[in-house]
C-alpha cells in the first residue's frame, strides 16, 4: 500500500523572495552566549567582575554609591523569609513532625526576645532546635521593627560574613559590599530579631557580633560542643534536652498514622532510653516501622488488591520482625537498603560532598534519572536529611553510617561527577549569580574532591560568579584552591588569573601586603606568558596598593614614643658651653618627698671659653695635668631630703675640648721627639764614657740630716757617677758582713753600695726637688735581713746615689 495514499498531492508554492543581508532579522543568526560583567561598588574602589580578562578594579568616582541606602520594605521582607527557607520539593507534601514537649522553652524564649534579650539555645544533634527556632520566628513577628531574620552559622568561624549576611538581608544593596567602617556603622542601625541557626563560633568572635548590632536580639542555636560565650556577652542560657517516653511513644504514633502494639511500645521505650530520647532518633524509627508495615502487608488495601505485574516485590514476602535496638539507634544503612534506586544515587553523592544535597534541579543531570528530584522527599521523610539554611544535607551521623556501609566507595567518580556539572553550570550565561551563591556549599565540597583538571574548570567559572553574589569568603576559597590545582596542572595562564584575583580581592579588603605579594605574582607569570593586557591591569592595581600604603602612612604615622619632659630653666645656657654631667651608679634610696624632688637646681658650666696654650710647658700642663681638675657639684635635690649625693662631672665642655685637641696631638709629637733625643744622648754618653766608675751621667743630689755621719772614704757631694752596666763590678765594691758588736745609730744615715746593695730601697713617699731623675741601669736587690730606717722627716731620693763605702758599713734607705 501506498504510504501517500489518501492524501492530497504536494502543490507547488511559489518561492519566497530572498531577503538581503542588510534587512535580515538579528534573531536569524544564534547569538553567543554573552559573559556575566558585574560591576560593583566596594568601598573606595569600583570593582568590575570580568569572568574573560579578570577583575579590574578603579577608585569609585566622586557622586556615585557611598550612601546610606533604603531598607526593605514588608513585602520585600515576606520575600526575604521564603527565600531563607529550604525550597519546595516536588510530588505531595509530607507531613511535619508534631513539635512535642516544647511550650515552656517556646514561651520562654517569645518573652526573653520580646524584652529584648539575647539567648543561646543548647542542645544536641537532633533534638529538635531547628523546628523550635521556626515556632518561635512564627510568635515573633511584628516584634522587631526590622522583623525577623534568619541566618545559618554553619561554616562560620568569624562575625564578617554573618554581618554582611545581616546587612544584605535588611538593605537594598545589591551591588555594593561596604568596608569594615561603613559596615559597622550600617548595621548598629538595625533593630531585627535574628534567628542564628548551627552557630559554630563563640568568644571572643560571638562578642563582636553582638557588640556591632546593639539594636539586635539573637536566638542562637548551638550545640554542646560548641566554644562557650565570654562572660561579659550577657546571654540566657536555654538548655534543650531529649523527650519523655510518652512524648516518644505519641511521636512515633504520629509518624507511621496508627496506634502501637504492645511489642511496639516496648521497643520505643527501649530505644528511648538508649537515644536519650532525641526526637530525630524517632523519625527516623517512625520510617522503620513504615517499611516495616509495607513490606508485612499490613494495609487493608493490600490485601484486598491482587498482586500486579508490574509491582517490584513480590507478594509472598517473608514476614519482617522489629529491627533490633542497635539497627534503631544507627538506623541509616537499614533505611537506606529499602528506599528506591534513586534514593541511594542521591545518598552516594550526598556521601562524596562530604554530606552536603545539591539543589533537587540538579539530581536529574548527576543521576541520570528524570525522577531523581521526587529522592529528596523521600530521604526527608525518612530522616537521613535535615534542613540547613534553604538547603538540606545529610542527619548528623548518617553520612558516617553510610560510609561505613560502602556508600562512599565511589566517591573520586561522584566528585568528579559533580564538578564537572557545576563547571558547566555556573559557567553557563542564563545562571544568576544569586543562584550559584546558593549552590556555594555543594560547589566548594565538589571542588575538594575533584581532580587538578576539573578542578581548575570549576575554579575559573565560580569564582566570577561569587564576587558578583558578594560572597566573598567563598569566593576567597575558591580562588585559592583554583590557584593550588593550577599549579599541580601547570596551567601558568589560569594561575596568574587565579593570583590576580587574590590581589584584587585583598585590596578590596584592606589587606595591602597580601595584595601586593598576590599582584606581584600574577605580573611575573603574566609577564612570561607576554600578556600585555593583564600585565597592565595587575599593574594599575599595584599602582592602586603603593598610593593606599602611602595614604596609610600618612594618616596613621608609626608608634613612637613621647619625648622626656625637659626640666625647666631659669636662663637659656649656650651649647658651646654645656657641661656634660655623668652620674655615676648609686644604690637606691629612699624616695624623696614631691616637694624635695620638685626643686632641682639649675646645672651651671664651670667654666667656658679657655684660651688656648701658647707655650710648651702649657701644652705639657694641659695634656698630663699634675693636679686633678676640679669638678662640680650638681644637686639633684636638698641635703636633707636625698641620700645620694652630689653628682660631680668633668668641667670641660665638648666645644672646649674640640679647639684643645689639635694641640694635645701637636704636644703629644713635641714630648716624642724629646723621648727620642734624650734616649739617643744617653747612648752615646755611655759608649763614650773610659772608666765604668766614672761614669758622665746625671746623678741625683742627697740632702743628709741634721746628726747623721757618714762613713769614712763614702762621698758626701752627691753627684758621683752612675756605673756602668757592662763594667765588671771591683773587689772594693763587694759587700761584707758588718763586724761583730758594731750597731748603727738610731739617727744615723747610711749608705747603699755602689755595685750591689744588700738591701731594697724603701719606696719614697714624695719626690725630690732635683728634676728628671735617671733611673739606674740595674736595681738593687732585696735583702732578707732587716735594716734600720731613718726618721721619716727625711726625704728619700726616687733612686739611691751609686757611692762607695767601706767594708762591712750596713745600707739603709
Known amino acids: 500500500m501506498d504510504r501517500i495514499q489518501g492524501q492530497a498531492e504536494p502543490v507547488e508554492q511559489p518561492a519566497a523572495p530572498p531577503v538581503p543581508p542588510t534587512t535580515a532579522p538579528a534573531a536569524a543568526a544564534p547569538a553567543a552566549p554573552v559573559a556575566r560583567v558585574v560591576t560593583l561598588t566596594a568601598g573606595d574602589f569600583t570593582l568590575t567582575v570580568n569572568p574573560v580578562d579578570g577583575s579590574e578594579i578603579e577608585p569609585r568616582r566622586p557622586g556615585t554609591g557611598g550612601g546610606a541606602p533604603a531598607k526593605h520594605a514588608a513585602a520585600a521582607r515576606s520575600a526575604r523569609d521564603a527565600a531563607a527557607r529550604p525550597p519546595v520539593l516536588p510530588g505531595p507534601a509530607a507531613p511535619a513532625p508534631p513539635l512535642l514537649a516544647r511550650e515552656e522553652e517556646r514561651e520562654r524564649l517569645v518573652r526573653l526576645l520580646g524584652r529584648g534579650r539575647s539567648v543561646r539555645l543548647t542542645g544536641p544533634r537532633g533534638s529538635g532546635r531547628s523546628a523550635l527556632l521556626d515556632a518561635v520566628a512564627a510568635d515573633c513577628t511584628g516584634l522587631a521593627p526590622d522583623g525577623v531574620v534568619r541566618l545559618s552559622g554553619y561554616g562560620h568561624q568569624q562575625p564578617g560574613e554573618l554581618l554582611h549576611a545581616l546587612y544584605a538581608t535588611v538593605y537594598e544593596a545589591s551591588t555594593e559590599r561596604p568596608e569594615r567602617t561603613q559596615l559597622l556603622t550600617r548595621v548598629r542601625d538595625i533593630g531585627a530579631i535574628v534567628l542564628l541557626d548551627d552557630l559554630e563560633m563563640g568568644g571572643s568572635a560571638l562578642d563582636e557580633l553582638l557588640h556591632a548590632t546593639p539594636e539586635c536580639a539573637y536566638l542562637l542555636a548551638a550545640t554542646p560542643d560548641t566554644r562557650a560565650p565570654s562572660d561579659d556577652s550577657h546571654l540566657e542560657e536555654v538548655l534543650l534536652g531529649g523527650l519523655g517516653r510518652a512524648d516518644c511513644t505519641q511521636l512515633l504514633e504520629a509518624g507511621i498514622g496508627r496506634a502501637l502494639t504492645d511489642e511496639e511500645t516496648a521497643w520505643a521505650g527501649d530505644l528511648g532510653f538508649a537515644s536519650e530520647g532525641l526526637p530525630l532518633r524517632f523519625v527516623q524509627a517512625a520510617a522503620l516501622l513504615r517499611q516495616r508495615d509495607e513490606r508485612n502487608q499490613v494495609s487493608a488495601q493490600d490485601d484486598d488488591e491482587e498482586p500486579g505485574v508490574f509491582e517490584e516485590r513480590p507478594r509472598d514476602a517473608a514476614f519482617v520482625p522489629l529491627p533490633t535496638l542497635a539497627e534503631g539507634a544507627a538506623p541509616a544503612e537499614l533505611l537506606a537498603s529499602r528506599v528506591s534506586e534513586s534514593a541511594r544515587a542521591v545518598l552516594r553523592i550526598a556521601c562524596a560532598l562530604g554530606g552536603e544535597l545539591p539543589h533537587h534541579a540538579h539530581l536529574p543531570a548527576l543521576v541520570g534519572d528524570t525522577h531523581a528530584d521526587a529522592a529528596v522527599a523521600e530521604l526527608l521523610g525518612c ?188 636662663a637659656a645656657v649656650p651649647a658651646s658651653e654645656a657641661v656634660t654631667t655623668v652620674v655615676p651608679k648609686a644604690v637606691p634610696a629612699a624616695p624623696a618627698p614631691a616637694a624635695a624632688a620638685a626643686s632641682v637646681a639649675r646645672v651651671v658650666p664651670v667654666i667656658g671659653k679657655a684660651p688656648a696654650p701658647t707655650t710648651l710647658s702649657e701644652v705639657f700642663e694641659e695634656a698630663f695635668p699634675l693636679d686633678p681638675k676640679p669638678t662640680v657639684a650638681v644637686p639633684l635635690a636638698p641635703a636633707s631630703a636625698t641620700a645620694r649625693g652630689p653628682v660631680r662631672g668633668p668641667v670641660r665642655g665638648p666645644a672646649a675640648q674640640a679647639r684643645r685637641k689639635p694641640v694635645l696631638l701637636a704636644a703629644a709629637g713635641v714630648l716624642t721627639v724629646v723621648a727620642l733625643g734624650t734616649v739617643v744622648s744617653l747612648t752615646m754618653t755611655g759608649s763614650d764614657s773610659g772608666a765604668p766608675a766614672d761614669g758622665g751621667g746625671p746623678a741625683v743630689s742627697s740632702t743628709p740630716t741634721e746628726g747623721s755621719t757618714d762613713a769614712p772614704g763614702t762621698s758626701t757631694s752627691g753627684n758621683d757617677p752612675a756605673p756602668d752596666p757592662g763594667a765588671p763590678a771591683a773587689d772594693a765594691s763587694e759587700p761584707a758582713a758588718p763586724e761583730p758588736g758594731h750597731s748603727p745609730e738610731p739617727n744615723q744615715t747610711q749608705r747603699t753600695p755602689s755595685r750591689k746593695p744588700a738591701t731594697a730601697p724603701t719606696p719614697p713617699s714624695r719626690p725630690t726637688s732635683t728634676p728628671n731623675p735617671t733611673p739606674p741601669s740595674n736595681p738593687p736587690s732585696p735583702d732578707p735581713k732587716p735594716t734600720p730606717t731613718t726618721a721619716p722627716t727625711t726625704p728619700a731620693p726616687t733612686t739611691p746615689p751609686p757611692t762607695t763605702g767601706p767594708v762591712g758599713s750596713p745600707s739603709s734607705t
Not at 391 to 400: E, F, I, K, N
Not at 418 to 438: C, D, F, I, K, Q
Not at 459 to 466: D, M
Open 383 to 570: 530522616g537521613l536529611l535535615t534542613p540547613v539554611g534553604a538547603r538540606y544535607r545529610l542527619a548528623a551521623g548518617v553520612a558516617r553510617q553510610l560510609e561505613e556501609a560502602g556508600f562512599g566507595d565511589t566517591e573520586a567518580e561522584e566528585a568528579r561527577t559533580a564538578a564537572r556539572h557545576y563547571a558547566w553550570w555556573t559557567g553557563h550565561a542564563s545562571v544568576t549569580p544569586e543562584r550559584v551563591a546558593a549552590e556555594a556549599d555543594a560547589v566548594l565540597a565538589a571542588l575538594t574532591g575533584a581532580d587538578v583538571v576539573a578542578a581548575v574548570l570549576l575554579a575559573r567559572t565560580a569564582a566570577p560568579a561569587f564576587a558578583a553574589s558578594r560572597r566573598w569568603e567563598a569566593w576567597e576559597r575558591v580562588l585559592r584552591s583554583g590557584a593550588e590545582a593550577a599549579r599541580k596542572a601547570g596551567e601558568v595562564a589560569e594561575q596568574a588569573y587565579f593570583h590576580h584575583e587574590l590581589g584584587v580581592l585583598a585590596l578590596c579588603e584592606g589587606r595591602l601586603d597580601r595584595a601586593r605579594a598576590e599582584l606581584e605574582a600574577s605580573i611575573g607569570l603574566k609577564g612570561a606568558l607576554a600578556d600585555k593586557r593583564g600585565t597592565v591591569a595587575g599593574r594599575r592595581a599595584l599602582a592602586l596598593v603603593t598610593d593606599r600604603e602611602k595614604a596609610g602612612v600618612e594618616v596613621s604615622p608609626p608608634l613612637r614614643l613621647d619625648p622626656p619632659a625637659a626640666a625647666p630653666a631659669a
